[in-house]
């Protein structure tokens, strides 16, 4: 083939690879969550900028107002913004998903690699220890950890991360023996590559590329569960303005005052909504690029 | 072929299949008479398979097909319903697809398979249609048909599969049968039962419309060939008359390339100049180096087994010895199953044998730790059959060259671009495919990266694993040919592994056979070819496809 013919045959190629199946536009889906995370990081890092008032000031002459001009989402029990405590409450939940899931995957990048690059003796342990850390429901493996070391923001963080770890373990262990038996792990070998090098250039990079994605995901599921322990009184205290504790008190309330339990509820939606529509967006792209 | 006749099988006048923008198919006209073979053969992106389909109405939902006529059996199918196409498939016209593996459900008994057409078609009852069924099993050859219609596809071999594919396709007795490549997958002699299959039923009255990109392959069955090239039928005629006097370059070129019964170092793949020569130059290219008596590479007394499921143990290569000689090739010659590829995991130390040794310019390979061996691992080059596979597809070309030139990638310095240059400039690519990643770049072009990668550590000894086997003809004949140039450029010594005894017996100086992981005969090229020994080798030569005068 002369090198001509060899372009000619090339851009052809590209032209037509870049037609179908590769999704270069953003959808709308896509766009509404984009903007959507741009809103919950920039309440999270400067709530003040979209929220001035305090969370925490009470004004119990203004309890109990249904969502008017002066509060949007209305007033709790002792008066205090609700727009703006859930606005301040978006640093609680997305510190507590982003940490909570690297907690969980880091941990799992250990105990995966481990059992997967170490031999039958050692992935034996870690699969035990694994199989036992399943057989706990996940929430009730955060409960025990809270039970024996006190509620708080940061043990429910760390509960999160723990018994979100099992499951990463598993995937990366997985995703791991099987890249490790590719055709180009060998080619690499036949190279004369070492171990160490075949690991750290094809073996994790082809094995964590694919989990990326997966965090994305996870980081909603770690803010359900951290408003989930808040909700059960067992991760932020009361007055702190997380969005599990206000979804607590608005409980009592529920008949009457619907908005207390709404708008928090609502706000955990979406920010879960768009971890998921980011995340299987980039996963789409990846796939395809 | 008179034109007016109305028991031809099939007419197409003007076939016009186009996705989106892209014509695919640009006017093609052809038919098929019953009792009549007609091969459609063309490389990779001709439009042939998409002709194939659209003549069952599974061009797809969004192509556009036009035609003056489109008639199969004498009624038009052109802009039918899905549903009245429905009532036409498998009665008016069956498909025979190459892979039967995917073509069959995995979970249902291939008698049911086979009945479903029966049932869907016809007012027989369960009891006549399972009689069907084994009368179908009988026909296409498969043996104790009472015992296979219970297997699900998974248990049968290829061979098998293929013809309980055929046997699904010609249940309803249509008049028409359409194979798209029936025979790719499969071994030379198992091509060559299915191959007489085809003609038998071609015979018994029914049209055969056969797909392929191997001209050799068709020409043993077919009564006439249409030669496609860019969505156009650019060479219609009887078999002997194309392959014999092919009249356009394309034809030229596809018969050129076939590799059986020419001798080693003629050249397969015409260059586009040749295109106003009345002939094809066929210059046999005297090999360059003289033939000398050291061994690079020995094996000797290789075993090797694997543990089945069940835990007995499949001896997969059994006792096998031989010696590369510097500057040549050795061919080894299989089927699926007989141990090659294990033979060339154990030769590049990916497998440790169980017994004996292979020993690498007469140092301990196979016996040597890998902290030894990785020292003269950049001698020892390898070429994989999917060479798709063997990249990290996160990496581009530059990044997989630049790796195997053992530099770094941080300091992709003017340097590097060049060396990286050179390379691609050794195996016929252009400087364009550097960024790319091996997934946007063609099969052929794929094996030749793979190829500047196993040059690029300067290696004396390359093993190839069926190096070609996934290739279109005319692409394997450029690879072949830049093989065999290397070989005299560099003085490789080549292990090549192959089923497809007409490539070895094309590039090979010596030659073993292999077979249930023993090597049944070897010996130079020459006199395995001319006077084989063992009953299995030439049981294997009977069956290669070669163009047959």
Known sequence: ?289 | MSMTEPAAALTVRNLRVGFRADPVVRGVSFEIARGECLAIVGESGSGKSVTARSLLGLAGANARVSADRLELAGRNVLGLTDRAWRARRGKDVGLVLQDALVSLDPLRPIGREIADSLRLHTTLGAAARARRVLELLDAVGLPDPARQVQKLSGQLSGGERQRALIAAAIALDPPLLIADEPTTALDVTVQAQILALLEQITRAGTAVLLISHDLAVVSRIADRVAVMHDGLLVETGSSRQVLGSPRREQTRRMVAAIPADKPRGTRLSLTLRAADAPSPPRVPIPSAVPPASTAVLEAIGLSRSFRRPDGSRHLAVDDVSFALQRGTTLGIVGESGSGKTTTARLLLALLAPERGEVRVFGEPWSAASEKTRRGLRPSVGAIYQDALGSFDPRWSVAEILTDALGLLQRRRAPLTTARLVTLLDEVGLAAAVLPRRPLELSGGQRQRVGIARALAARPEILICDEPVSSLDVSVQAQVLDLLDDLQRERGLSLIFISHDLGVVQHVSDEIAVMRAGCLVESGPAARVFAAPQHPYSMQLLAAVPRLSA
């Open chain 1, 1 to 289: 083939m002369s090198d001509l013919e060899v372009q000619a045959e090339l851009s052809d190629r590209a032209a037509r690879s870049s037609q179908p199946g590769r999704p270069r536009r953003i959808g709308a889906a896509e766009g509404v969550a984009g903007v959507l995370a741009l809103f919950l990081v920039v309440a999270a890092a400067w709530p003040q900028l979209l929220a001035p008032g305090d969370p925490l000031g009470i004004d119990p002459l203004s309890a109990f107002q249904p969502p008017t001009l002066a509060h949007g989402f209305g007033t709790d029990e002792s008066g205090r913004d609700i727009y703006t405590r859930i606005l301040h409450g978006t640093q609680y939940s997305l510190l507590i998903g982003a940490a909570a899931t690297a907690i969980g995957l880091g941990l799992g990048i250990v105990l995966g690699t481990l059992a997967g690059m170490l031999g039958r003796v050692v992935d034996f342990t870690v699969n035990r220890f694994l199989e036992v850390l399943f057989a706990f429901p996940g929430l009730l493996l955060a409960l025990l950890i809270i039970v024996i070391y006190g509620p708080g923001v940061v043990t429910a963080t760390i509960a999160v991360g723990l018994s979100t770890a099992p499951g990463y373990a598993r995937i990366i262990r997985a995703q791991l023996i099987s890249v490790r038996s590719t055709a180009f792990v060998e080619a690499a070998t036949v190279l004369g590559r070492t171990r160490w090098q075949i690991l750290l250039r094809h073996i994790l990079p082809n094995t964590l590329a694919p989990l990326f994605v997966l965090a994305t995901l996870g980081i909603g599921q770690a803010i359900v569960w951290a408003a989930t322990l808040s909700y059960l009184g067992l991760g932020a205290e009361p007055p702190t303005a997380e969005w599990g504790a206000m979804l607590s008190a608005g409980r009592t309330y529920i008949t009457s005052a619907w908005w207390m339990s709404f708008f928090p509820g609502l706000f955990i939606v979406l920010t879960i909504v768009t971890a998921t529509v980011l995340g299987r967006s980039i996963d789409r792209r990846m796939r395809h690029a």
